[in-house]
């Protein structure tokens, strides 16, 4: 891993596991009294968001206060889109104050990468979601919530079937997994209307299906991607009914799953439209502990980025 | 003023000298030794007639932080144009004989090259009421191509009535290919790259389909139709198709859409936004083909200058267009005369003489004869050098070839008979 984290792209296997392997380290002191390191002590670490987005802000400002790093929320309301203050100024303003790292959250893709790139600010820049490209903490944190199901001696994923259903075309959740997942070793299965699904889809490492019920079955894993309300005014499907029916993780389709498969989805859910509320609250969903797994791995990113050498896990030396 | 130009190559390989004498050429001849106030020995650089560029954004009125027609004429100049033609898209729109007339004015003014206005096919560029075509092209200006280009003429009723109406004075509609619903919100190309980076798509399709539409609209009312920047492989097969037909249409290709790809995309740079986007490798090699045989009648830059600060942002905020005029007979010589898909005969068609000819600009494009005016372009054919965006006569700074090495390079210009690119030096005292 370079100084960013802005694509899993940037993630060799060696470096995203490792990353896995730190969180559970961190994971297992954060299990102890002491929940507190005190490794980033005097480093400054922005949640630049642009978006609005509380769950993963508050994600990170845990993951950096666990550090004890100092954490400062900016929260940017205008962006260059709205003609506020540019992209530019906001980051050579974080320049100036002295930041360490910048997480930043954008409705733009790309918005992390011109970050890093643009020579206006020296900070580690780490992507908390860009338009509809990439989330690459959120695929870490998926992730590692397989691997504690599904454990395996090289501490990757290989021979899993793992299903991410919906709204693939706008989700950049699916994108950040696709390419981790598969990187990992897992055989990564898309399942949407067609409409949903990306024009050159046939170029990533993926299989890709319109019949849920027919890939159901045989999954480990199933993701479901949350639908945005507005995608029905664009004609990509007809009604939420409709959408539900085809490909909504239904009581009738929970119960067609394997025994040991789990259930994922990155929130926040819309129960009753791609989740029902059982399969919500099954006892083989993870979705919460997704949400504890984000804050280990936002840790490990902090900690990798800023703080050095690697906890050791096990599985970095297998490389 | 008498010039005489010493071993220059003609196009056809033919080595020459040329003279001459204030607006025209003189003579041509294997070996001229008659005296003149200036010799330049061009050890068998290429003279071509100069070249006309169908599609340049000057940006004045209204945009004058970006580019003037003064600054525009130097970049032009530079990039070896005694020809262009002025978008509408300015601020005023230029759909009124007022301000084609203001264009026109300014380009005499600068001095260095023809700048024709084009005017606006619609009023204000909202496609809805067709524009003073007529005004227009009575004016001062003689505005023969008009374009609401940066916008499609998608009502299928006011293009058909643009083509039809136009006819009575030879004009000829320059349409920017692209259906608005298949394109809102789009980015960059859509496929493969687009799939990987989350930007929204700008499909071929919303080119093709319009190109389709508006060539049955051109056969029906047997009207003049000219296709601007021409991206798509599946565009290149619809002209083919209808100019087997008989239909009357021309197109164009830019110098970014035969060089660059949407893999450029992928640094998320704005510098390589442009519209229509870069598309994939099989399109460029398709546009490369057209216009070695000929579907694609010319090539016309877009040069599109914006300030710093509108590409300086994020990629889906940033201004669509690339500089072009300084570079594009450079990319031509490499992308097309050095690969061996053509002729520098052909070349001087396709960046001289077939652009004056559609436009029908008279006076260039003409044969390198005794009696043509002396517009003339000088090319040193095997001269390499790195693109260094900062050394521009435009205004802006939104090269997409800064650091690319290219091959080919304009050295000298003269625009009727006076020398106003000198060694690669623009000049701008000629007119003194």
């Known amino acids: ?319 | 003023m008498r010039t005489l130009l010493k071993n220059a190559k003609l196009p056809n390989g033919e080595l020459v000298d040329i003279l001459i004498a204030d607006r025209l050429i003189a003579q041509v001849a294997p070996s001229i030794s008659e005296t003149a106030d200036r010799i330049i020995e061009l050890n068998a650089a290429y003279v071509l007639p100069g070249l006309v560029d169908l599609h340049t954004h000057l940006r004045e009125p209204g945009r004058e932080d970006a580019e003037t027609v003064a600054t525009g004429s130097r970049s032009a100049v530079k990039g070896g144009y005694t020809a262009v033609s002025a978008m509408a898209n300015t601020h005023p729109v230029a759909d009124t004989a007022g301000v084609v007339e203001q264009v026109f004015r300014l380009g005499q003014e600068a001095g260095l090259c023809d700048v024709f206005p084009i005017g606006a096919v619609t009023e204000g560029l909202n496609g809805e009421k067709l524009a003073e075509l007529g005004a227009m092209a009575e004016s001062v200006a003689r505005v023969r191509i008009f374009s609401d280009d940066g916008k499609c003429v998608h009502d299928p009723l006011v293009m058909r009535r643009a083509l039809e109406y136009v006819k009575s004075f030879n004009g000829i509609i320059a349409q920017h290919a692209q259906e608005p619903r298949l394109t809102e919100g789009a980015q960059m190309n859509e496929g493969s790259v687009s799939s990987v980076l989350g930007l929204t798509g700008w499909p071929a399709i919303a080119e093709e389909a319009i190109i389709a539409r508006d060539l049955l609209l051109a056969e029906h009312v047997q009207s003049r139709l000219h296709i601007c920047h021409l991206t798509t492989a599946g565009g290149v097969e619809l002209v083919r198709w209808a100019k087997s037909r008989g239909v009357q249409v021309t197109a164009e290709v830019t110098p970014h859409h035969l060089l660059l790809t949407d893999e450029s995309v992928r640094s998320y740079d704005p510098v390589f936004k442009v519209n229509p986007p870069l598309r994939s490798e099989r399109d460029v090699l398709a546009l490369r083909a057209g216009l070695a045989d000929g579907t694609i009648d010319v090539v016309a830059t877009d040069h599109a200058p914006h300030p710093t600060e509108d590409k300086e942002c994020e990629w889906q905020s940033a201004a669509f267009g690339m500089l072009g005029l300084e570079t594009a007979l450079s990319v031509v010589v490499t992308t097309m005369v050095k690969t061996g898909l053509m002729t520098w005969s052909q070349l001087a068609d396709r960046m001289s003489i077939s652009p004056a000819r559609i436009a029908g600009y008279n006076e260039h494009g003409q044969e390198i004869a005794e009696g043509s005016i002396a517009n003339l372009t000088v090319v040193d054919p095997d001269a390499t050098y790195r693109v260094d965006r900062s050394t521009s006569e435009s205004k802006s700074r939104n090269n997409p070839f800064h650091g690319l090495e290219l091959q080919g390079m304009v050295t000298h210009v003269l625009f009727a008979g006076k020398l106003v690119l000198d060694n690669g030096v623009v000049n701008a005292r000629v007119n003194d």
Not at chain 1, 120 to 125: D, N, Q, R
Not at chain 1, 210 to 222: A, C, G, K, N, R
């Open chain 1, 1 to 319: 891993m370079n100084s960013h984290l802005l694509s899993i792209n940037d993630l060799s296997v060696v470096e995203a596991i490792a990353i896995l392997n730190t969180a559970e380290e961190l994971g297992k002191i954060s299990d102890g009294p002491m929940k507190k390191l005190p490794t980033l002590r005097g480093r400054t670490i922005v949640n630049l968001f642009f978006e609005d987005s509380t769950r993963t802000r508050i994600s990170f400002e845990t993951a950096a206060k666990r550090l004890s790093a100092d954490v400062i929320n900016f929260s940017a309301k205008g962006s260059s889109v709205s003609k506020g203050e540019s992209l530019k100024d906001t980051a050579q303003t974080l320049q100036a104050i002295g930041a360490d790292a910048v997480v930043i959250r954008h409705s733009a893709s790309g918005a992390a990468q011109r970050l890093a790139d643009s020579g206006w600010i020296s900070a580690a820049v780490i992507n908390a979601g860009d338009g509809t490209h990439e989330h690459p903490t959120q695929a870490l944190l998926d992730a590692l919530t397989i691997r504690q199901h599904f454990p395996n001696n090289g501490g990757d994923l290989s021979g899993l079937k793992i299903a991410i259903v919906g709204d693939v075309l706008h989700s950049r959740v699916a994108r950040s997994n696709v390419l981790l997942l598969t990187k990992l070793g897992a055989q990564v299965t898309l399942i949407a209307p067609p409409t949903l699904l990306p024009v050159g889809i046939e170029t990533w490492p993926v299989s890709y299906s319109f019949d849920l019920d027919q890939v159901l079955p045989e999954m480990d894993v199933v993701m479901m991607l949350r639908v945005q309300q507005e995608r029905m005014s664009n004609f990509f499907f007809p009604t939420a009914r409709e959408y539900s029916k085809s490909y909504g993780l239904t009581n009738a389709r929970l119960a067609c799953l394997k025994s040991t498969a789990i259930v994922m989805h990155p929130g926040p859910m819309n129960r009753g439209l791609e989740i029902s509320s059982e399969s919500a609250d099954a006892k083989n969903s993870v979705v919460l502990e997704q949400v504890a797994n984000g804050v280990l791995i936002r840790m490990a990113v902090l900690y990798t980025l800023l703080g050095g050498v690697p906890l050791q896990g096990g599985a970095e030396t297998k490389s």
